[in-house]
């Protein structure tokens, strides 16, 4: 059974691991392996076992959110997995951390606008701006990609508080 490290009232919820991106600085496919999901009957379970015992906050995590389900169900299922996750009882708030950029799947933020206990928040590594440096860290995007999707995110979800990572 799960022991919180946090206080009870909040959670880091991981669910997967690993990643299958080839960054060219991430060591995290070799340290963590390649993407694996945690079925969804099995995060929901966890989800219902944390409100019970007063857990009001979910925070998403995984090497790349992005990817969830890919491994298990042969496609892009954190849109199915947050609807699940948004009707457990006693769950006021999830928040999405580390949702990779490249080929964001544009229907999570449907999710995001119809479920009230869904922040408003994204957490985005973005890493670079410059073409040049991303096509050297192999991040599969371009600048222009990220100022779309980055145009797109705020125009569907108005006032979206979205924090990132840079390496400069």
């Known amino acids: 059974e799960r022991l919180l490290t946090t206080p009870h009232h909040y959670s880091y919820f991981k669910i997967a691991e690993g990643c299958d991106r080839p960054c060219s600085f991430c060591a995290i496919p070799l340290m963590r392996g390649a993407h694996t999901s945690k079925p969804i009957e099995e995060l929901v379970k966890e989800a219902k076992h944390l409100a019970k015992n007063g857990t009001k906050e979910l925070m998403l995590i995984a090497q790349d959110l992005t990817y969830y389900g890919i491994d298990l ?10 609807r699940h996750l948004s009707d457990v009882d006693g769950i006021e708030w999830i928040r999405l951390h580390y949702a990779y950029p490249s080929r964001f799947p544009l229907e999570i933020l449907e999710v995001i606008k119809e479920r009230e206990n869904i922040c408003n928040y ?41 924090r990132t990572t840079l390496i400069t």
Request: hydrophobic residues 40%; positive net charge; glycine residues 2%.
């Open 122 to 162: 994204l957490d985005m590594p973005l890493q670079h701006i410059s073409d040049r440096m991303l096509k050297a860290m192999r991040r599969q995007i371009t600048r222009k990609e990220i100022y779309a999707l980055l145009e797109t995110i705020r125009r569907e979800i108005p006032g979206i508080c979205l």
């Open 73 to 82: 169900y042969k496609k892009r299922e954190l849109a199915n997995l947050l």
